[in-house]
């Protein structure tokens, strides 16, 4: 077996390991679609959809669960004579909108254009390419120990060096990747909307009157001090905003807090995220579950 030796067999060493890395990532790339961009769902709501609604009949038009994947966009081309909401996207009589869903979890929904009067939109999570980071990592750690006994072994404090630092990098990196230790899991402790249901701050009297006052603030002039979508500049906005009262319950909270912080394309519902922080959005949503 031809052996690696000198500066030569040290090259080639390296070649080979770059080659490997290569190697491997490419293959996992592929594997996994990591890089493939995810594909769109079109919705197509024919004339005549809110006539069949109304006279109950399910024409299949809108499932009861749509599938996609993070990163995806909803595509909302609304061919009837009346305008649809159809999960957070509102497309007038005639009109196309488009979402896209930056966010994994379940989102149910209100959905004029389903007889139930709700969807269901579960989006699936694309694959982290943090992994791969994380064996890349581990490979070359692999590499630089191998490197470190080329220029010297344990005999040299400078290769004793390479060795040992090569060494912790692989061994951490090999542990991230196994699920050991998790360096970059550290998440916004407030921004996280992607679980159905999900609010982390409790619905405390003092969150609640923190919602009321942010409400007063930012969406009282469109909804309403009623909370009914009869505020000042309400006249004109096509759709009008909505009744609070009757469509607050329709959503669970992520939901509710994507509304807020993102807006609802198609409506004249704006994006408030550069306006109020995660957990102020929060506190709005455990006020809104007190309307009554």
């Known amino acids: 077996m031809k052996k690696f030796t000198g500066k030569l067999g040290q090259l080639q060493l390296n070649v080979l390991g770059v080659l490997a890395i290569v190697v491997v990532s490419t293959v996992w790339s592929l ?15 024919p004339l005549g959809t809110a006539d069949n609604i109304d006279a109950g009949i399910d024409a299949g038009i809108i499932p009861e669960q749509i599938d996609l994947q993070q990163g995806a966009s909803i595509v909302l081309v609304n ?13 007038s009589a005639n009109s196309t909108v488009t979402a896209r869903f930056n966010e994994a979890g379940s989102f149910s ?9 709700q969807t269901v939109f579960e989006v699936a999570e694309r694959q982290s390419l943090v992994p791969l980071g994380w064996l890349v990592f581990s490979m070359l750690g692999l590499l630089g120990v191998m490197n470190g006994f080329f220029l010297g072994g344990i005999t040299a404090w400078e290769s004793m060096g390479v060795i040992a630092i090569s060494a912790l990098i692989s061994l951490v990196s090999f542990a991230s990747l196994a699920g050991l230790v998790d360096i970059l899991g ?16 409790a619905p405390t009297a003092e969150s609640v009157d923190e919602g009321k006052s942010i409400y007063s603030q930012f969406c009282s002039t469109c909804h309403g001090v009623s909370t009914r979508g009869d505020g000042p500049l309400a006249i004109g906005l096509d759709p009008p905003p909505a009744d609070l009262i009757v469509h607050v319950p329709l959503h669970p909270d992520n939901v509710l807090y994507q509304f807020v912080q993102e807006g609802i394309p198609g409506s004249s519902m704006p994006p408030l995220g550069g306006a109020i922080s995660p957990e102020e959005t929060w506190h709005l949503v455990n006020y809104l579950r007190t309307l009554e």
């Open 31 to 45: 594997q996994t679609s990591a890089f493939a961009a995810s594909p769109d769902v079109h919705i197509d709501i």
């Open 79 to 91: 061919e009837d004579d009346v305008g649809h909401r159809v999960g957070g996207l509102y497309a």
């Open 109 to 117: 929904y209100f959905c004029s254009a389903h007889p139930s009067g």
């Open 186 to 201: 550290s998440s916004d402790e407030f921004g996280n909307g992607g679980v159905l249901g999900s609010n982390p701050v």
